[in-house]
């Protein structure tokens, strides 16, 4: 089967959203589809600060990686990214003769790029949605024309992947559709490079994202600095970028590390020289995020056998038993969150436990297992 998949985000940025679309594609690869897949520019995305333009085709992992072309800083980007991308998906489909077009991310952009094609060429259209579209740091207009293409773009696919339960019932409640069109595959985990390591243990506790007010790194900051004052022995470390980390910097103990983005095939390494992991995500209406999440980097310190601590947010219980396979706290509560820290590294010998429950759960929660559910929804939309 010929597959184009188009999406915002890619390699080189680093995110859950680029780590779904290159795991979706990699596999889709491995049983044998053949996979084209078409992508924002990523220097025409502030949260990748690169300094020189990507290339516009390469053969990455044998999928083929076309990208629009960069116009610079543009208010009037999301108006002329969607005709642009349209055109060159038709141009893709036609020449390659794809069989379904399998569109990533919330549905606004690049849907409507790919119902454009889709509807000029007869390719049906299959979504892959990693979140609903909104946030707080949207302005108004962006976030009703968002919410507008949302809608549409929901109610004219085929059908409408998600990652995590509760994500179908918001989209069903917001495009008026019902449960038959929306499959579950869940978020998954690349267990044969996300694995335990005999490592020596550096850092005390890690927190691994975007450093941007949706991802919470500024609890884990608040909670490393309680822990700080009693304990100026003990390291911490953030993995990451963006709009935050200047702020977080400021406010950080010195023994807070910030490292930056790192290329995913690095991070196993880190994270298996922490002795804990943290996932500090705030309540979603202090964000204005309604979504339930499943966050790929828990299950990465998951498969690593490390125990993790996260908020106790919608979503997280499918990942998390308290106690078993990690450990929750209260949402945006840095006293809680920094007791747990503090609980763990005193108790080797749980760490050890919930590490080896924590690895046998992401075993059974793989990437090729979630391709296979896509596999078998593109193949039956076509």
């Not at 390469?58 to 208010?75: D, M």
């Not at 690895?359 to 193949?379: G, Q």
């Amino acid at each position: 089967m010929k597959i184009l998949q188009t999406a915002r985000w890619f390699f080189p940025h680093v995110g859950g959203a680029s780590i779904r679309v290159y795991q979706t594609a990699k596999n889709l690869v491995k049983f044998g589809h053949d996979v084209h897949l078409l992508v924002h520019n990523p220097k025409s995305i502030e949260q990748c600060n690169l300094e020189q333009e990507a290339p516009s085709y390469e053969n990455y992992e044998g999928i083929h990686v076309y990208r629009l072309p960069y116009f610079g800083p543009n208010s009037l980007y999301w108006g002329l990214s969607i005709p642009l991308m349209a055109k060159k998906a038709i141009d893709i489909i036609k020449k390659e003769k794809i069989d379904v077009i399998l569109s990533h991310n919330p549905p606004y952009l690049v849907g409507t790029s790919s119902w454009i094609a889709s509807k000029f060429t007869e390719v049906p259209m299959v979504l892959n949605v990693h979140d609903v579209w909104g946030a707080s740091h949207y302005s108004s207009l962006q976030s009703k024309v968002g919410s507008f293409l949302e809608k549409f773009c929901i109610k004219r696919a085929k059908k409408i992947i998600v990652p995590c339960r509760g994500l179908d019932e918001i989209i069903m409640k917001r495009g008026k559709i019902n449960s038959t069109k929306i499959v579950i595959a869940p978020t998954g985990v690349d267990t044969t490079l996300f694995k335990p390591m005999n490592i020596s243990e550096d850092i005390d506790a890690l927190f691994v994202g975007n450093l941007a007010p949706w991802s919470g790194a500024e609890f884990f900051v608040n909670a490393a600095n309680k822990l700080l004052e009693k304990n100026k022995k003990l390291r911490f470390m953030i993995v990451g970028d963006g709009i935050q980390r200047k702020y977080l910097e400021n406010i950080g103990h010195e023994n807070i590390s910030f490292i930056g983005a790192v290329p995913m095939d690095h991070l196993p390494e880190i994270i298996n020289g922490s002795k804990i992991c943290v996932s500090s995500f705030p309540k979603p209406g202090s964000v204005k995020r309604e979504t339930p999440i499943r966050p790929i980097s828990a299950l990465e310190f998951m498969a690593c056998g490390k125990p993790v601590i996260i908020s106790d947010v919608h979503g997280i219980r499918e990942l998390i038993t308290e106690g078993k396979t990690g450990f929750l706290f209260k949402a945006e509560n840095t006293k809680d969150l920094a007791d747990k820290i503090a609980f763990l590294l005193k108790n080797r010998e749980m760490r050890n436990n919930v590490g080896k429950n924590a690895r046998e759960f992401a075993l059974d929660n793989t990437w090729e297992k979630t391709a296979r559910i896509v596999e078998k929804t593109i193949t039956n939309s076509r």
